[in-house]
C-alpha cells in the first residue's frame, strides 16, 4: 500500500503542471477590452474648420434634378422645426429656390439622462446649410452652441471650446472626459441622424 502511494505522489507534480499549463490558457485575462467611446475617439471625430466645428457631407442622389432635391430637403428641414426636441425660433431662414441653397437655425433639446426624479439636458443651437446641385447635395452642420442648466446655473459653451479634442479627450487619446464628454456623443450622434435622415431621403 505505501509503495502504491508513493508511487501517486511522486507522479502528482507532472500531473499538476498540466493542468497549470491548461489553467493558464482557458482562464486568461483579454489583452484589450472594448472601448465604447470609440466611436467617439477617431480621427476628426469632431472636424474644425477655419477654426470652427463644422461637419460636411455629400450626399449623392443620381437621377435627380437640384430642384428636386432642393424640395425634399426642404421638406425635411421645416419638418424639423416641429419636432417634439425642438425649441422656439427653430425655422429655416434662408429658402432660394433658383440658386437651391437652404439654411436653417434650430435650438434643440439633448437628454443626457431622464428619470422620475431627474432630468439632465442641454439646449443645443447649431445651423444647418444645404447646397443642392443635380445628383447631389452638400450638407454642413455648424455654429454649435449649448447652453446648459438654465434653471439653476446657467452655462454657456462654444463646440470649439467644448467638445474637440483639445477639451473634451484626456491625452492618451482613449477616454472622454465626463462632463463634456455627455456633450460630444449626444452632439455626434444626433448629426449622424440628420445627415442619415437626408441620405434616406434621397436614395
Not at 425635411?76 to 437655425?105: C, F, R, W, Y
Amino acid at each position: 500500500m505505501k509503495k502504491i502511494f508513493l508511487a501517486m505522489l511522486l507522479a502528482m507534480p507532472l500531473t499538476i503542471a498540466a493542468q497549470d499549463n491548461t489553467w493558464e490558457r482557458i482562464e486568461q485575462e483579454p489583452t484589450t477590452k472594448e472601448n465604447r467611446d470609440a466611436k467617439y475617439l477617431v480621427d476628426n471625430a469632431v472636424p474644425v474648420v477655419d477654426g470652427v466645428v463644422c461637419w460636411e457631407k455629400t450626399i449623392e442622389a443620381p437621377g435627380k434634378t437640384a430642384a428636386q432635391i432642393y424640395d425634399i430637403i426642404l421638406a425635411q428641414m421645416e419638418k424639423m422645426t416641429t419636432e417634439p426636441n425642438q425649441i422656439a425660433n427653430s425655422n429655416v431662414a434662408i429658402k432660394n429656390d433658383e440658386k437651391h441653397e437652404l439654411g436653417a437655425v434650430y435650438h434643440e433639446w439633448l437628454v443626457f439622462k431622464s428619470s422620475a426624479l431627474s432630468l439632465d439636458r442641454t439646449q443645443m443651437n447649431f445651423q444647418l446649410i444645404v447646397n443642392c446641385a443635380d445628383g447631389k447635395a452638400a450638407l454642413k452642420m455648424k455654429h454649435i452652441t449649448y447652453d446648459y442648466d438654465m434653471e439653476r446655473k446657467p452655462q454657456h459653451y462654444k463646440a470649439e471650446e467644448w467638445i474637440t479634442d483639445k477639451y473634451c479627450v484626456n491625452k492618451k487619446h482613449t477616454k472622454l472626459y465626463p462632463i463634456s464628454g455627455k456633450f460630444r456623443r449626444k452632439t455626434i450622434d444626433r448629426k449622424d441622424f440628420i445627415f442619415n435622415k437626408f441620405e434616406s431621403l434621397l436614395k
